[in-house]
């Protein structure tokens, strides 16, 4: 009889032992998947973007080969937003804001890029701090600054 109690304690052990392994096979399962789908959406965050706005990110210019445009914007523009846009008159534009520091005041800021879709080439074309359009000048000047 007590090897009968010691089998039924081994099979009930064996069985919990299964169950617990399941248990644990479908959190790990759950969390594979959990971190595939947070892979998935970042994916879609990049990937979603449209091609102006990554023609213009991973674009240099020529004096600077070695940093992108992308690279500038994210050392020197706080929280920088991308978006393209239509226009009539100039075809597609894409635009990065955000914020920077003129000593210890935040200023917004804008600059604008022209695309050429066509030849998958794109230009500056303006500058806008805290909504006031700036000389071509200066959209040059910060643009060498922000690639340096």
Request: charged letters at 30%; a negative charge.
């Amino acid at each position: 009889m007590t090897t009968n109690t010691a089998d039924t304690k081994k099979s009930r052990r064996k069985k919990l032992w299964k169950i617990v392994g399941a248990i644990c096979g479908v959190i790990a399962i759950l969390w594979m998947i959990s971190d595939a789908q947070k892979g998935v959406e970042k994916a879609s965050e990049w990937h979603g973007l449209d091609s102006e706005i990554q023609l213009v990110q991973s674009g240099h210019f020529s004096d600077y080969p070695d940093k992108t445009i992308g690279e500038a914007v994210d050392g020197f523009i706080r929280n920088p937003k991308w978006e393209s846009v239509e226009d009539q008159e100039e075809g597609t534009l894409v635009k990065v804001s955000g914020h920077v520091f003129q000593g210890e005041k935040p200023v917004e800021i804008m600059i604008q890029f022209v695309v050429d879709t066509k030849n998958k080439t794109f230009y500056p074309d303006a500058l806008e701090l805290d909504g006031m359009r700036q000389a071509e000048s200066e959209l040059i000047t910060l643009l060498n600054k922000m690639l340096e």
